[in-house]
């Protein structure tokens, strides 16, 4: 489909999930924390960033589902989304790409390079992606260090990213700087150091975060897979590049390549946001124009040879969900068949009513199942990729996958399949355009790989598809002898973490793009009091009890949905451990109306997503829908709400797929540690102790229908609900369709507050948990926060942590245990403030050798910030940069229904928006100091060390699992 795009995101995982490090990102997966909270929705796009594993968000698509018919306003204003791009090319060779956006006075300035992996050979596989580190390490004019610091003192959020066709840098900062960030990116174009000392060190972080890819089986099968595929073209390695390679490489080796590829004629600027067209074209003029042409780099020339035979490799590894993968060739992105090529990806895996996700998943053989039609500047590979269940195996995924392959081949979809698959794609461009980076993100992946103008033409070719057509690319491209074939074998011991999808981009950083705070508030707008707009949302009471929020935002024709229910795992007591996790996973497998089948396809035809994640002390509403669709969006909120049949067959359909991810934690050393810590802080019995898999395990089996139907009889009602409206809809209308929703449905009897008690005190300790077969050590360190979100010192305790470990750059952790001594790819702490008290954490990755002096640095920093608090320069840039960002996310609607869902959960009131800058900016050192010496209390703390962890020993504290 789209090149690399945020079109491209999740590799179309149909259960939702994230893959493997080695696409954009390298976030490694996230366990759910026994808290469920809402992230600002600018923590959540930039630290689960641009994916990386084998789901990429370079193609946020997943589940994308468009509506049988669309209104015909929302049909010609989506007709060519990207028509209004202004393209200007300078003397020396560089295009410049504009777009205004006048939502808010926010800009994103982002800089593509042509080059990526594709552009490297044996020897100096991964120079693209090492080089992006590099150019963070400053130039004469903005030494090391500086360009973070410039760009959180002004409440920015900055990030790079590498893939198998380009490179790009981005900044998303108020309007204002624009002139600033576009210096700086011309500053680095050719002013880059790169000396042997910062290349040795940076090579540190990058070993580090080759280790933490090793741990992931599905990244070893994506490269395996590509390996075996490609046996002539770069394709075949992966964009982080092979070790032996990265650590042989020679600094004139990279800065070679860094003279020969960042260069105007092979760069791109993008600017994307509120500004003046010509204005913004004369200030790239400025900053680029005395930039000299230079000779444009070699093209890569080879060609892969054409397959003539079918291909198969095996993987084994430590593990107990088989899983398989298999690619076909296709053609390059600029050829005619690509769009039929993405509605075939869209048909076998577009959403529940898929075809691979009705024969894999629903049947009881996976736990995910994917498509992705990698569309790149050279010909490249069609991926379909599965996770088995517990006791199903790879060859009988493989089996059902290439039955429905044969099954398209043979007969052609049917018209309203095709139809919906492409209204899907369309949805997709509609709603990039809630979002600067991620209209940057399109515009810029496809002028570099298959041009501008397929960009324009691309929804007009995606309309043209028929029926006939992906049954003929199916037959042409998805051939066994051209096809690849790879198995993963586990031989036992930890289990793997579910797939989603293929890695794309290679991203710099895990996440320095945001601080690690409020988990209550979302994402995009401007920096500073004086230029904030003023968010007047209006707010309604039914009269059961249900509290509705609504904010007219005509931007962009789509409304994002944020909401909570106050039913949560804290009500389990009398009922068997997971009663609400699946209940919740059941309130869209089928109503008194529709079957579990019939629901999912109503909200698909929608081209809208509507989700329910279940947690502690609520379950979130997440959902999207176009404008004019929340009238019937609204319904089957309420049909799933209020009339869920639960049944038999669906109960088990539900609790196979909820053992497997279970099954999947026990190899995520990331899961691992957090649940340990979580039961070795918390004690049975309190909210937060999520206990251990097997008694989780024995509360999946144990629960049946009438807990079910008792626990949402209960606990789901219109009282302590909260819904959020942020979008292309009057408040009278929506209050309207809301009204006619749920104003029948009755109050629950077992209504109460949300209550957690504070937990008794635990002795320090370490726990060592050893993981067979893992290369990298993860290290998870925390203690009771002592902190909710509504004590007067969050708002002190949160400029305290950023300073402390908000930012794997630019805090103390980052730079002592990263910048300095290169030890860690990422590290960071955060508070889990909420309506309880949740622990203080840090966590990091490291390579064995360097555990326990990463841990000893952890204790010293901690224990400085403890002592001696943090500075007045640190806590006056903690305080722009954490109103800053938090002013982006006013933005887009999604980060304000984020934004207002917290305001009302965690009862901060509807003047939270006007009034977070200066509750953040009025705090002074002296109360940051006092709550760190207040809320550090490291005597108090569990350390828990897991993945490989030989020869780990702090004193013989550790006690082993």
Same mark, same amino acid.
């Given at each position: 489909?789209?090149?690399?795009?945020?079109?491209?995101?999740?590799?179309?995982?149909?259960?939702?999930?994230?893959?493997?490090?080695?696409?954009?990102?390298?976030?490694?997966?996230?366990?759910?924390?026994?808290?469920?909270?809402?992230?600002?929705?600018?923590?959540?796009?930039?630290?689960?960033?641009?994916?990386?594993?084998?789901?990429?968000?370079?193609?946020?698509?997943?589940?994308?589902?468009?509506?049988?018919?669309?209104?015909?306003?929302?049909?010609?204003?989506?007709?060519?989304?990207?028509?209004?791009?202004?393209?200007?090319?300078?003397?020396?060779?560089?295009?410049?790409?504009?777009?205004?956006?006048?939502?808010?006075?926010?800009?994103?300035?982002?800089?593509?390079?042509?080059?990526?992996?594709?552009?490297?050979?044996?020897?100096?596989?991964?120079?693209?992606?090492?080089?992006?580190?590099?150019?963070?390490?400053?130039?004469?004019?903005?030494?090391?260090?500086?360009?973070?610091?410039?760009?959180?003192?002004?409440?920015?959020?900055?990030?790079?990213?590498?893939?198998?066709?380009?490179?790009?840098?981005?900044?998303?900062?108020?309007?204002?700087?624009?002139?600033?960030?576009?210096?700086?990116?011309?500053?680095?174009?050719?002013?880059?150091?790169?000396?042997?000392?910062?290349?040795?060190?940076?090579?540190?972080?990058?070993?580090?975060?080759?280790?933490?890819?090793?741990?992931?089986?599905?990244?070893?099968?994506?490269?395996?897979?590509?390996?075996?595929?490609?046996?002539?073209?770069?394709?075949?390695?992966?964009?982080?590049?092979?070790?032996?390679?990265?650590?042989?490489?020679?600094?004139?080796?990279?800065?070679?390549?860094?003279?020969?590829?960042?260069?105007?004629?092979?760069?791109?600027?993008?600017?994307?946001?509120?500004?003046?067209?010509?204005?913004?074209?004369?200030?790239?003029?400025?900053?680029?124009?005395?930039?000299?042409?230079?000779?444009?780099?070699?093209?890569?020339?080879?060609?892969?040879?054409?397959?003539?035979?079918?291909?198969?490799?095996?993987?084994?590894?430590?593990?107990?969900?088989?899983?398989?993968?298999?690619?076909?060739?296709?053609?390059?992105?600029?050829?005619?068949?690509?769009?039929?090529?993405?509605?075939?990806?869209?048909?076998?895996?577009?959403?529940?009513?898929?075809?691979?996700?009705?024969?894999?998943?629903?049947?009881?053989?996976?736990?995910?199942?994917?498509?992705?039609?990698?569309?790149?500047?050279?010909?490249?590979?069609?991926?379909?990729?599965?996770?088995?269940?517990?006791?199903?195996?790879?060859?009988?995924?493989?089996?059902?996958?290439?039955?429905?392959?044969?099954?398209?081949?043979?007969?052609?979809?049917?018209?309203?399949?095709?139809?919906?698959?492409?209204?899907?794609?369309?949805?997709?461009?509609?709603?990039?355009?809630?979002?600067?980076?991620?209209?940057?993100?399109?515009?810029?992946?496809?002028?570099?790989?298959?041009?501008?103008?397929?960009?324009?033409?691309?929804?007009?070719?995606?309309?043209?598809?028929?029926?006939?057509?992906?049954?003929?690319?199916?037959?042409?491209?998805?051939?066994?002898?051209?096809?690849?074939?790879?198995?993963?074998?586990?031989?036992?011991?930890?289990?793997?973490?579910?797939?989603?999808?293929?890695?794309?981009?290679?991203?710099?950083?895990?996440?320095?793009?945001?601080?690690?705070?409020?988990?209550?508030?979302?994402?995009?707008?401007?920096?500073?009091?004086?230029?904030?707009?003023?968010?007047?949302?209006?707010?309604?009471?039914?009269?059961?009890?249900?509290?509705?929020?609504?904010?007219?935002?005509?931007?962009?024709?789509?409304?994002?949905?944020?909401?909570?229910?106050?039913?949560?795992?804290?009500?389990?007591?009398?009922?068997?451990?997971?009663?609400?996790?699946?209940?919740?996973?059941?309130?869209?497998?089928?109503?008194?109306?529709?079957?579990?089948?019939?629901?999912?396809?109503?909200?698909?035809?929608?081209?809208?997503?509507?989700?329910?994640?279940?947690?502690?002390?609520?379950?979130?509403?997440?959902?999207?829908?176009?404008?004019?669709?929340?009238?019937?969006?609204?319904?089957?909120?309420?049909?799933?709400?209020?009339?869920?049949?639960?049944?038999?067959?669906?109960?088990?359909?539900?609790?196979?797929?909820?053992?497997?991810?279970?099954?999947?934690?026990?190899?995520?050393?990331?899961?691992?540690?957090?649940?340990?810590?979580?039961?070795?802080?918390?004690?049975?019995?309190?909210?937060?102790?999520?206990?251990?898999?097997?008694?989780?395990?024995?509360?999946?089996?144990?629960?049946?229908?009438?807990?079910?139907?008792?626990?949402?009889?209960?606990?789901?009602?219109?009282?302590?609900?909260?819904?959020?409206?942020?979008?292309?809809?009057?408040?009278?209308?929506?209050?309207?369709?809301?009204?006619?929703?749920?104003?029948?449905?009755?109050?629950?009897?077992?209504?109460?507050?949300?209550?957690?008690?504070?937990?008794?005190?635990?002795?320090?300790?370490?726990?060592?948990?050893?993981?067979?077969?893992?290369?990298?050590?993860?290290?998870?360190?925390?203690?009771?926060?002592?902190?909710?979100?509504?004590?007067?010192?969050?708002?002190?305790?949160?400029?305290?942590?950023?300073?402390?470990?908000?930012?794997?750059?630019?805090?103390?952790?980052?730079?002592?245990?990263?910048?300095?001594?290169?030890?860690?790819?990422?590290?960071?702490?955060?508070?889990?403030?909420?309506?309880?008290?949740?622990?203080? &954490?840090?966590?990091? !990755? #490291?390579?064995?050798?360097? @555990? /326990?002096? +990463?841990? *000893?640095? =952890?204790?010293?920093?901690? $224990?400085?910030?403890?002592?001696?608090?943090?500075?007045?320069?640190?806590?006056?840039?903690?305080?722009?940069?954490?109103?800053?960002?938090?002013?982006?996310?006013?933005?887009?609607?999604?980060?304000?229904?984020?934004?207002?869902?917290?305001?009302?959960?965690?009862?901060?009131?509807?003047?939270?928006?006007?009034?977070?800058? &200066?509750?953040?900016? !009025? #705090?002074?050192?002296?109360? @940051? /100091?006092? +709550?760190? *010496?207040? =809320?550090?209390?490291?005597? $108090?703390?569990?350390?828990?060390?897991?993945?490989?962890?030989?020869?780990?020993?702090?004193?013989?504290?550790?006690?082993?699992?």
């Amino acid at each position: 489909m789209i090149p690399d795009s945020p079109l491209r995101g999740k590799g179309r995982c149909t259960m939702g999930h994230t893959g493997p490090k080695g696409t954009e990102g390298c976030l490694p997966m996230r366990p759910r924390w026994s808290t469920i909270r809402r992230k600002e929705p600018l923590l959540i796009r930039f630290q689960e960033g641009e994916p990386s594993r084998m789901t990429t968000k370079i193609k946020p698509l997943l589940p994308i589902i468009l509506a049988l018919a669309l209104a015909s306003s929302l049909a010609a204003a989506a007709a060519v989304p990207y028509a209004d791009i202004r393209e200007t090319r300078l003397e020396n060779g560089l295009t410049i790409l504009t777009r205004e956006v006048r939502a808010a006075p926010v800009v994103c300035v982002s800089i593509f390079y042509g080059v990526g992996s594709r552009n490297e050979y044996t020897g100096i596989t991964g120079a693209s992606h090492l080089l992006e580190h590099m150019l963070f390490k400053g130039t004469e004019k903005f030494p090391k260090g500086s360009i973070e610091t410039l760009v959180r003192q002004r409440g920015g959020v900055s990030n790079a990213a590498t893939s198998t066709d380009f490179t790009y840098y981005w900044h998303l900062i108020q309007s204002d700087y624009l002139d600033l960030m576009l210096e700086i990116e011309a500053d680095r174009m050719r002013g880059a150091l790169i000396s042997p000392e910062d290349l040795s060190s940076e090579m540190v972080v990058v070993r580090s975060e080759l280790e933490g890819r090793e741990n992931s089986p599905d990244t070893l099968l994506y490269d395996l897979v590509n390996a075996t595929a490609f046996t002539a073209h770069p394709y075949q390695w992966p964009i982080i590049g092979w070790r032996s390679d990265v650590e042989g490489m020679s600094r004139d080796q990279i800065y070679a390549h860094y003279r020969a590829h960042y260069i105007p004629g092979n760069a791109t600027v993008v600017l994307v946001g509120d500004f003046d067209t010509d204005e913004a074209v004369e200030a790239v003029r400025k900053h680029f124009g005395g930039i000299p042409a230079s000779p444009l780099p070699p093209p890569v020339h080879t060609v892969e040879p054409a397959q003539r035979g079918e291909r198969r490799a095996k993987l084994e590894g430590e593990g107990s969900l088989e899983r398989v993968l298999v690619a076909w060739r296709i053609p390059e992105g600029t050829h005619e068949d690509i769009p039929a090529l993405d509605v075939l990806e869209q048909v076998l895996s577009g959403g529940r009513s898929s075809r691979l996700h009705q024969a894999l998943v629903e049947s009881g053989l996976a736990t995910a199942v994917w498509a992705y039609s990698a569309s790149r500047k050279d010909p490249s590979l069609f991926y379909i990729g599965a996770t088995a269940q517990q006791g199903r195996t790879a060859r009988e995924l493989e089996d059902a996958i290439l039955q429905e392959i044969r099954r398209i081949q043979e007969e052609k979809p049917s018209a309203e399949e095709t139809a919906r698959a492409i209204r899907q794609i369309r949805a997709a461009f509609i709603f990039t355009g809630d979002d600067l980076r991620a209209q940057a993100r399109v515009i810029g992946s496809f002028a570099v790989t298959t041009g501008l103008e397929k960009l324009k033409s691309y929804l007009p070719a995606i309309e043209k598809v028929t029926p006939a057509d992906v049954s003929r690319v199916a037959r042409t491209y998805l051939m066994r002898q051209a096809m690849t074939a790879g198995h993963f074998l586990p031989t036992g011991g930890t289990r793997p973490e579910a797939p989603a999808g293929p890695p794309q981009m290679q991203q710099h950083y895990r996440s320095d793009a945001a601080p690690a705070v409020e988990d209550t508030t979302p994402p995009p707008a401007s920096s500073g009091a004086s230029s904030a707009r003023k968010i007047r949302p209006s707010r309604f009471e039914l009269e059961n009890g249900l509290t509705l929020i609504v904010l007219d935002n005509p931007a962009n024709p789509s409304i994002s949905i944020a909401g909570r229910l106050n039913a949560g795992s804290w009500l389990e007591e009398g009922f068997p451990r997971g009663t609400s996790r699946l209940m919740t996973e059941m309130l869209t497998r089928g109503s008194a109306k529709r079957s579990s089948l019939e629901f999912a396809t109503a909200v698909e035809d929608l081209g809208a997503s509507l989700s329910f994640s279940a947690g502690v002390e609520g379950t979130l509403i997440s959902g999207k829908c176009l404008a004019g669709d929340f009238r019937r969006w609204a319904g089957l909120l309420a049909e799933a709400l209020r009339e869920p049949v639960f049944d038999a067959e669906e109960l088990e359909k539900a609790r196979r797929v909820a053992l497997s991810r279970l099954d999947a934690q026990k190899e995520s050393p990331a899961a691992v540690a957090e649940r340990a810590l979580m039961n070795a802080l918390y004690p049975g019995g309190h909210p937060y102790h999520p206990g251990t898999l097997e008694e989780e395990r024995e509360g999946l089996l144990a629960v049946q229908q009438p807990h079910l139907r008792d626990f949402h009889r209960r606990f789901v009602g219109p009282r302590g609900t909260v819904l959020v409206v942020v979008g292309d809809i009057r408040p009278e209308e929506c209050l309207h369709a809301v009204r006619e929703a749920f104003s029948e449905w009755e109050p629950q009897p077992g209504y109460r507050k949300v209550e957690i008690p504070d937990p008794p005190p635990v002795p320090s300790r370490t726990i060592v948990i050893p993981l067979p077969g893992k290369t990298e050590t993860t290290i998870l360190w925390g203690w009771h926060g002592r902190l909710k979100r509504s004590d007067p010192d969050y708002y002190a305790a949160t400029v305290m942590n950023d300073i402390l470990g908000g930012s794997v750059l630019s805090s103390r952790l980052g730079k002592s245990i990263r910048g300095e001594s290169g030890l860690v790819y990422d590290v960071r702490s955060s508070f889990r403030a909420t309506l309880g008290a949740g622990p203080w &954490s840090a966590s990091l !990755g #490291v390579n064995p050798a360097n @555990a /326990a002096q +990463a841990v *000893r640095q =952890l204790r010293e920093e901690v $224990e400085r910030m403890r002592t001696e608090g943090p500075t007045q320069q640190e806590v006056e840039e903690a305080r722009r940069f954490i109103t800053g960002v938090l002013s982006l996310r006013l933005a887009s609607n999604d980060g304000i229904a984020g934004f207002l869902e917290a305001s009302e959960t965690y009862g901060l009131g509807m003047r939270y928006l006007e009034e977070f800058r &200066s509750l953040y900016g !009025g #705090v002074t050192r002296e109360q @940051a /100091a006092e +709550a760190a *010496r207040r =809320l550090l209390t490291p005597g $108090e703390a569990v350390l828990v060390v897991t993945g490989a962890t030989e020869g780990f020993d702090e004193g013989n504290r550790s006690e082993r699992n």
